[in-house]
């Protein structure tokens, strides 16, 4: 043995006899022992306003670790009051490795019969294909065709790839940060001179291939799925003389009218929304001897328009992850038909629109 091999072994041999007489002497301080822990963060920030909404929003976890070879390593469940009891830390039990994780997590909708999604593994799942995540629909009019007409319960993913769970003592953490799959789109019809609009005359659809989400989170589905709206209901307000609102410094006279604005407002809620996708979104009137098309607009497109100058940082995908609540407004003139000239109004933001038909 050389002499340069003779210090290299003596060199590793006290480096060993120096981490034990450390993982020895730990037992009496207080990190407790010399284990190792692997912990998985989980947040949610990817949302319009850039703060971890995750203990508001997710109530159950389920996290799947796969080893190089594609098999499944452990699989961990956690509620959200364990979660909460853990500051939103999963321990995964796992060999020193590399590992690919992916998370799916869900919230609760306010609606009794939400759908739900399904993991095409069930809860024992032994294959990153095995976590299809799909949601439950009625079949449709037509073989590949089926309908949602009910609100989801949330849907989250994330995943982390090729992450390395080294072999040293101590406690090593990790980040999944969430993305929000599932969106509320809110459509709502006015007058243009603020009489009621009747809800029987119109139906509201948004069409996709989206019900189903693979362990990247990409739409894998060859349904094309109708979404209807699972609430629909009429408001009105009324707009008082601008002469006697509150602060108004005019003398006190007896109001000249009182306004009444009436909107049809139809709710909707979707799966993940892509920009390599082509959704439609569509209003018929069906008003006897008056049916007609009220709009039929590429959805993205329009809901890409309000992402502003504000928004530039993101890409669109990210905008559209982040943005999961939609309101567009559609003014009608007195024949029930879309009054083009007022635009189309999304989350306030006034849209004008260049042409008839964008499909």
């Not at 452990?74 to 994780?101: C, F, K, M, S």
């Not at 098309?293 to 992402?307: F, G, H, N, P, T």
Request: net charge negative.
């Amino acid at each position: 043995m050389t002499l340069t091999d003779l210090i290299k072994k003596t060199l590793i041999s006290l480096a060993a006899v120096a981490a034990f007489t450390a993982c020895d002497s730990a037992i009496y301080d207080e990190e407790g022992d010399c284990s190792v822990t692997y912990r998985v963060k989980l947040t949610y920030t990817k949302n319009m306003k850039g703060a971890d909404a995750f203990p508001v929003e997710v109530t159950h976890v389920a996290l799947y670790a796969f080893d190089p070879d594609g098999n499944l390593a452990t699989a961990v469940t956690r509620t959200a009051e364990e979660l909460h009891a853990a500051d939103n830390y999963v321990n995964l039990d796992l060999e020193p490795g590399r590992y690919d994780i992916v998370a799916w997590c869900g919230g609760t909708s306010r609606e009794p019969d939400a759908a739900r999604w399904t993991l095409a593994g069930g809860d024992t799942p032994v294959a990153k294909t095995d976590l299809l995540c799909t949601l439950s629909t009625t079949p449709g009019e037509a073989a590949g065709k089926v309908v949602s007409d009910k609100d989801l319960h949330r849907l989250y993913h994330g995943s982390l790839a090729d992450a390395e769970m080294p072999a040293l003592y101590g406690t090593h953490d990790y980040t999944i940060d969430l993305t929000k799959d599932t969106n509320f789109i809110r459509v709502i019809l006015q007058h243009a001179d603020g009489d009621p609009v009747n809800p029987e005359w119109f139906t509201f659809s948004i069409t996709d291939t989206n019900t189903a989400l693979d362990h990247t989170n990409t739409p894998a589905s060859a349904d094309v799925v109708t979404y209807r709206p699972w609430a629909v209901t009429s408001v009105a307000t009324e707009m008082p003389d601008p002469d006697h609102v509150a602060g108004s410094k005019a003398p006190a006279r007896q109001s000249r009218t009182v306004t009444s604005i009436s909107s049809v407002i139809a709710e909707m809620t979707t799966s993940r929304l892509v920009t390599t996708s082509r959704p439609v979104i569509e209003v018929h009137c069906t008003e006897p001897g008056n049916e007609h098309s009220v709009a039929r607009l590429d959805l993205i497109s329009y809901l890409l328009m309000i992402k502003g100058s504000a928004n530039r940082h993101m890409t669109d995908q990210e905008f559209l992850d982040c943005q999961d609540d939609y309101s567009m407004m559609l003014i009608l003139d007195d024949n029930n038909r879309w009054n083009i000239s007022l635009g189309l109004y999304i989350n306030s933001w006034r849209i004008v629109r260049q042409e008839t038909v964008i499909q």
